[in-house]
């Protein structure tokens, strides 16, 4: 019988610090627009997140650059060694993690809650990545179709609220925040194509193994490290401390 004690542990997945500063760009940007949003919220501030070009615009890149870089880990990870338990803890972590949003966002806004925000489409994302991480050109082929099939196409069909989480409404629903399957799960198909990219191409390897000893970096890094986390429990923190400023 072998000495399970003596056997090697499977290594982490290695992280890479360039990842992980662009999540954090990605964070620092998610957060300076929840401020904004909160703000508005409190002080009236006039802005119409929903109609004005460069709030929507803003959340457009935040989301995207999200997006982008599931996919690149995605490819990354598949690349270094998948390991299945972790994969199962991550992503029952992160369905926990959605659904909590859901209900945080029915107590505050029940008119306007989180059914499909951007924690829920990462766990579709993480399980429907499992199919299409090796699809290569296939694969960026198929995700700029999904990129303009849910920005150009729509149909009343779509509009009903079982199908809501689809995209291709013919109006945008009420909703704090919304990303659905389409077209937003063609931007992970994309950046797992960049992922290979990142790995396959002398170039790649460059960005791919970029670090720095920086102050600035190295805090973006460290937040990128910790994204969820740190999504979770910034809006309640902003909320708190507005509500505190305003309120009293």
Known sequence: MPD?????EMPLPRRHMSIDVAR??????MIAYHFTFDINLFARL???FNQDPLWLGFRAVIVSLFLLLVGVS???VQQQGFDRLRYLRRLV????CAGLVTLGSRMMF??????????HLIALASILG????RLGRLGLVAGIVMIIMGIFFSHAWFDQPALQWIGLMTHKPFAEDYVPLLPWFGVVLVGQFLGQLLYRRPAGARIRDWSSTAPPFRLLAFSGRHSLMIYMVHQPVLF???YLCFKF
């Open 240 to 242: 708190g401390l507005l």
């Open 46 to 48: 006039g802005i119409d």
């Open 74 to 76: 995605q490819s990354l």
């Open 24 to 29: 954090g760009c990605a964070l620092a940007m």
């Open 110 to 119: 029940p008119t306007t809650y989180i059914f499909f925000g951007i924690l």
């Open 130 to 133: 499992l199919l299409t991480i």
């Open 93 to 96: 972590l992160l369905i926990v």
């Open 4 to 8: 399970f004690s003596t056997m090697p």
